[in-house]
């Protein structure tokens, strides 16, 4: 899903200025329109910088514990401890390794893609669609960076990413319909050139992946909205994620 500026992406998408030189965000200023409509899905995955180790040894061990470590952290971003306060009651309820998972995805994955799939829908002759990924595998691991790719690859490569106590790992009957569901994505968007009036462009309408029954849900919110608009109202939203 590509996020901001000139090499600037996520899931290893870079989008190189000698090549693309119009970025997602300026397309509507572009000299250049395609011939027909050009379906775009902008997508991430709900907690993109989980990290697997984690779950044996968490970063934090309290809530007290995570202010005290976020503290400097907000304080290099200009960010009082009130901001700091404020943030994280956006989180109520979690663990404090949840709370920091999901608000360092929030401010620079799922709130700058909620940004430029907006501004990318200005564009003439692009349809955008908004998929937002909060779906867990049947080991009910957090959705981390690269899990799409890994399910619509038929999980080969899920041993190796979690370590020796997962290496027996086994696609659940949950695991391979949500691969189901990526895979007639794609074949949709590829063949039909649309995800049809079910799920609709965006603004206006976004796709959630999640654990139910039915695995989609469509919503006329955008993802993380109302915590997005907070994000926002404090200059939070400014740090997408990029490849160096």
């Given at each position: 899903?590509?996020?901001?500026?000139?090499?600037?992406?996520?899931?290893?998408?870079?989008?190189?200025?000698?090549?693309?030189?119009?970025?997602?965000?300026?397309?509507?200023?572009?000299?250049?329109?395609?011939?027909?409509?050009?379906?775009?899905?902008?997508?991430?995955?709900?907690?993109?910088?989980?990290q697997?180790?984690?779950?044996?040894e968490?970063?934090?061990t309290?809530?007290?514990?995570?202010?005290?470590?976020a503290?400097?952290?907000?304080?290099?971003?200009?960010?009082?401890?009130?901001?700091?306060?404020?943030?994280?009651?956006?989180?109520?309820d979690?663990?404090?390794?949840?709370?920091?998972?999901?608000?360092?995805?929030?401010?620079?994955?799922?709130?700058?893609?909620n940004?430029?799939?907006?501004?990318?829908?200005l564009?003439?002759?692009?349809?955008?669609?908004?998929?937002?990924?909060?779906?867990?595998?049947?080991?009910?691991?957090?959705?981390?960076?690269?899990?799409?790719?890994?399910?619509?690859?038929?999980?080969?490569?899920?041993?190796n990413?979690?370590?020796?106590?997962?290496?027996?790992?086994?696609?659940?009957?949950?695991?391979?319909?949500?691969?189901?569901?990526?895979?007639?994505?794609v074949?949709?968007?590829?063949?039909?050139?649309?995800?049809?009036?079910?799920?609709?462009?965006?603004?206006?309408?976004?796709m959630?992946?999640?654990?139910?029954?039915?695995?989609?849900?469509?919503?006329?919110?955008?993802?993380?909205?109302?915590?997005?608009?907070?994000?926002?109202?404090?200059?939070?939203?400014?740090?997408?994620?990029?490849?160096?």
């Amino acid at each position: 899903a590509v996020v901001s500026t000139q090499s600037t992406g996520l899931g290893l998408v870079v989008i190189d200025p000698i090549v693309v030189t119009t970025t997602p965000r300026e397309l509507q200023n572009a000299d250049f329109t395609p011939d027909t409509t050009l379906p775009i899905v902008i997508s991430n995955l709900e907690q993109e910088n989980y990290q697997l180790q984690w779950i044996l040894e968490p970063p934090f061990t309290s809530m007290e514990d995570l202010k005290e470590q976020a503290k400097p952290l907000f304080a290099n971003l200009g960010k009082s401890e009130d901001v700091m306060n404020q943030v994280i009651d956006l989180y109520p309820d979690l663990d404090p390794v949840s709370v920091w998972s999901l608000m360092t995805c929030d401010m620079r994955s799922t709130c700058p893609c909620n940004d430029v799939a907006r501004e990318m829908s200005l564009a003439s002759n692009r349809d955008i669609y908004r998929l937002y990924i909060t779906h867990r595998c049947s080991l009910m691991i957090p959705p981390i960076h690269e899990y799409d790719a890994i399910a619509i690859f038929g999980y080969i490569i899920f041993p190796n990413l979690f370590y020796d106590i997962y290496y027996t790992f086994v696609p659940q009957e949950v695991d391979l319909k949500f691969q189901t569901h990526l895979i007639d994505m794609v074949v949709q968007l590829t063949e039909d050139k649309s995800l049809g009036d079910d799920w609709g462009v965006f603004p206006g309408k976004s796709m959630i992946y999640e654990n139910s029954e039915e695995i989609s849900r469509v919503t006329s919110d955008e993802p993380q909205e109302a915590v997005c608009e907070k994000l926002t109202e404090l200059d939070l939203v400014k740090y997408g994620l990029q490849n160096k």
